[in-house]
């Protein structure tokens, strides 16, 4: 057994766990944040991303121990006082979701790739960079609508606030 | 009836979003009960074995395990087999062959990863610790995996019931005269086909948490089901689990379906059983893994299709035989697939005066295949798509004009195989699609690729399905064991809210936002004012569900029948307050109005003058809730041209959809948005299906593609944007003019992507998946057969 502690959406977290515990596990099942899905067992399906220490992360992946002492994001932590975040209003806006299974991953892969590309993202790249995440519902093509309006967003707020 | 902003036809954002975008929905595996145990399935290694000896004393010993289960034990307590609930009799009238399916099995295992026990225990790890310790000797046997091979003398037999592996020999349309139209063709085509084999991959494993209150002697199931009164049903009547009465099913939010949520499978059961043992709530998530071997599949038919032409190239006749791959046991609907929900599409869009088809559906030791989005429709629409086109090439026809001299024109018009199309205009679509993918300028855009090294094709689908199932009476006798009408029931509350309790169930369709939509276009009053509650057979009286595209044909009209019965009350009770004619009264904009007069009540002032029932009509009930069975009057019939433009690079095989333009008749749009996010998404499986996707066993009967690194499911960069329109003829059916959407793109798809792939290289030779070395290998044959020649 091991004594984890993280921050997790702003909150200290602290949990004994068994050591094969997973972040994922640890998330859903200690922190009782469920947003954060399973959808595979191979790290494929992107359904589990969260951010770690501001990067997106596989959490089904890593071990729950492996993120102590981190600062870690769930998709119940991006919004705001009660604002959704620019990413979860422009899937909505766009119908960027279905069934809603894949939705905390991509949209937390989504942030992330506009946090580390900038904006505004063109579709070819918004493509290439979803490789991680797979959606059954959508096809697509509302998410990369969805994520193409947000990082247009994102960046129209930066350019104005520099 | 009145209309609004947010009512028919509107663009609205979905009600249900703000839940999922901020990780707030409520899935099966999201849910805890206290005391919570959890089960992991021992699973069978082999496709074919005796199970000689099982042997849990270790595992029982193990930290944290409650229980260990096997078959003996199911058994005991007489828990019922799995069953098919549709009847299909063979040719000769004798009636389909069911093996034995037991939740779990203590004898002969048919294909891997078929459960023979169960373990619970106090965490999911230690479940499957336990599991891992669970020591099971089999005796291999010969598996067959191949259809085609479990029909030739010797091969390995799976059940005692199924002589020769034949579950039926079935047959549709008159032979004779088909036959004789062969004998009189000018030109046949002839095609061998194979659909290949899919896993349904809805993003959210299957799940199941049961518990058992033993004072009262009832059950709670929160399920991943697409239907959970007929999951209660068939659990009450044909497993004996409990009465209805004392099983109470929630389907809560659920991560997709496409239909492998349809179905009743022994892991639910297992769980709702094992409560009971046990004595705590019982939960089991599926794994990835799990899911690839135990979700029922999807297609896998293998067919011969000959297409008779006069001298003038029109169709006179259509012969088709196909051998359906049903795996290792009869899912529960899966003996109607290959027979009523496919080969009574064979006629297409197209007047075609004889066919005949026969399906013979057989046993292999492979995964239980059922419905799967389109479920019959996509294997009868490739068939047909990839026959017509190459007909065309044969005789040396434009396909689309070829398509459009055979097309069904004045309706309703009787096909020879059952189906009685209502409505459609296929020129309207076939026109709109041709016009936007500029067909005129592809010779210029081929012209362009070939001098960037790349072979450019296009190709074509106009395809023809069956929504709205279905008339009962219709679907009784045709062998359907359940009534296939659909529930609803309209509460409306003291403050003129509305509850709209319906028997469909959304996961993943939108229906918190059309079904309001709906409430608000006929009352006139705003969304925030309605919630729409399903998933929960305590809550909601009865219901069929949601699969074959029904919610908005079957679905929504029994909703429109209950609000016709809520606002003639209404009226009734306004008329009595304002003191008018009832013949007066109108109902705009939320508010009840006396024609002519100035005299008026809002919508919320007559609700709670029926809940205060100071002032009543006489004889009138307080309350003012109105519930509504809808039974069908007929299949609907959405239809349209899928238009699919390739680049295939000769090096590689590789394949890129350049331009994808989708022209569907849908009859009347709820909401479009909702609509196109339901062809996207269908367009991807159907292209997934096409390029990408297949389950692939070896010849030993292990599933070689049974992960995500193995089997290809689309990602965002293997698909297009796509170019979507809309024409529109009503149906005739029902009350709003829906045909339904959901499953069009997947069945209109696959042949519009091999059409265009085979027109690019010149090859005619190319099999589902077309992976770039299937193609690259398509590309060789085709040159070595011209040197040949």
Known sequence: MADVTMTVNGKTVSKTVEDRTLLVQFLREGAGLTGTHVGCDTSQCGACVVHVDGKAV????????????????????????????????????????????????????????????????????????????????????????????????????????? | MTSSAEGIGARVTRREDKRFVTGKGRYTDDMTVPGMAHAAFVRSPHAHAKVTSLDASAARAMPGVEAVLTSEELVADGVGNLICGWMIHSKDGSPMKMGAWR???????????????????????????????????????????????????????????????????????????????????????????????????????????????????????????????????????????????????????VGGGFGSKIFIYPEEMVCLWASKRTGLPVKWAADRTEAFLTDAHGRDHHSEAELALDADNRITGFRVKTVANLGAYMSLFSSSVPTYLYATLLSGQYAIPAIHANVKAVYTNTTPVDAYRGAGRPEATYLVERVMETAAREVG???????????????????????????????????????????????????????RGKLRGIGFSCYIEACGIAPSQAVGSLGAGVGLWESAEVRVNPVGTIEVLTGSHSHGQGHETTFAQLVSDRFGVGLDTVSIVHGDTDKVQFGMGTYGSRSGAVGMSAIVKALDKVEAKAKKLAAHLMEAAEGDITLEGGTFKVAGTDK???????????????????????????????????????????????????????????????????????????????????????????????????????????SYMDYCMPRADD???????????????????????????????????????????????????????????????????????
């Not at chain 2, 209502?422 to 210029?444: C, E, N, V, W």
């Not at chain 2, 007929?634 to 239809?639: E, G, I, K, L, Y």
Request: glycine content about 8%; overall charge negative.
């Open chain 1, 58 to 162: 596989k959490s089904c992946t890593m071990l729950a121990a492996q993120a102590a002492g981190s600062e870690v994001t769930t998709i119940e932590g991006l919004a705001s006082g009660g604002e959704l975040h620019p990413v979860q209003a422009a899937f909505r806006e766009h119908h960027g979701l279905q069934c809603g299974f894949c939705t905390p991953g991509m949209i937390m892969a989504a942030v992330d790739m506009i946090n580390r590309l900038g904006g505004p993202l063109d579709e070819a790249t918004i493509r290439a960079e979803l490789e991680g995440n797979i959606c059954r519902c959508t096809g697509y093509h509302n998410i990369v609508k969805a994520i193409a309006a947000a990082s247009a967003e994102m960046a129209g707020v930066r350019t104005a606030a520099e």
């Open chain 2, 103 to 253: 939740a779990l099995e203590g004898d002969t295992v048919r294909h891997v990863g078929q459960a023979v026990a169960v373990v619970v225990a106090d965490t999911p790890a230690r479940a499957r610790d336990a599991a891992d310790a669970v020591v099971v000797e089999y005796e291999p046997l010969d598996a067959v995996v191949d259809a085609l091979d479990a029909l030739k003398p010797g091969a390995p037999q799976l059940h005692p019931e199924a002589e020769g592996n034949l579950i039926y020999d079935w047959e549709i349309g008159d032979q004779a005269t088909t036959d004789a139209a062969f004998a009189s063709a000018a030109h046949v085509t002839r095609m061998e086909i194979r659909n290949n084999r899919l896993v349904p991959n809805a993003m959210e494993p299957r799940a199941a948490l049961a518990s058992y209150d033993e004072a009262e002697e009832h059950y709670t199931l929160w399920t991943t089901s697409q239907n959970p009164h007929v999951a209660r049903l068939v659990l009450s009547a044909f497993y004996n689990i409990a009465p209805e009465h004392k099983l109470r099913v929630i389907a809560p939010d």
């Open chain 2, 719 to 789: 698909v297009p944007s796509y170019r979507l329109m809309t024409t529109m003829t009503a149906c005739p059916g029902n009350p709003l003019g829906m045909k339904g959407c959901g499953e069009a793109g997947a069945i209109g798809s696959p042949p519009a992507v091999i059409n265009a792939i085979t027109d690019a290289i010149g090859s005619n030779d190319l099999v589902m998946p077309a992976t770039p070395a299937a193609v690259w290998q398509a590309i060789r044959q085709g040159r070595t057969a011209e040197a040949a020649e």
């Open chain 2, 397 to 451: 026809m434009d396909p689309a004009e070829f398509r459009r001299k055979n097309f069904v024109r004045s309706f309703p018009h009787q096909t020879p195989v059952i189906m009685c199309y209502d409505a459609g205009d296929y020129d309207a679509s076939l026109d709109a699609a041709l016009k936007a993918i500029d067909y005129a300028g592809f010779a210029a855009r081929k012209a362009e690729a070939a001098s």
């Open chain 2, 600 to 706: 008026e009540l809002p919508f919320f002032q007559v609700a709670l003058a029926a809940y205060t029932a100071h002032n009543m009509p006489e004889g009138m009930e307080p309350g003012l809730k109105e519930g509504a069975f809808y039974d069908p009057t007929n299949f609907t019939f959405p239809a349209g041209t899928y238009i699919c433009e390739v680049e295939v690079d000769p090096d590689t095989g590789k394949t890129e959809i350049v331009d994808f333009v989708a022209a569907d008749d849908f009859g009347t749009i709820i909401n479009p948005m909702i609509v196109e996010g339901q062809v996207h998404g269908g367009l991807t499986q159907g292209i997934g299906q096409a390029l990408l996707e297949n389950a692939a066993y070896d010849e030993d009967g292990q599933l070689l593609s049974g």
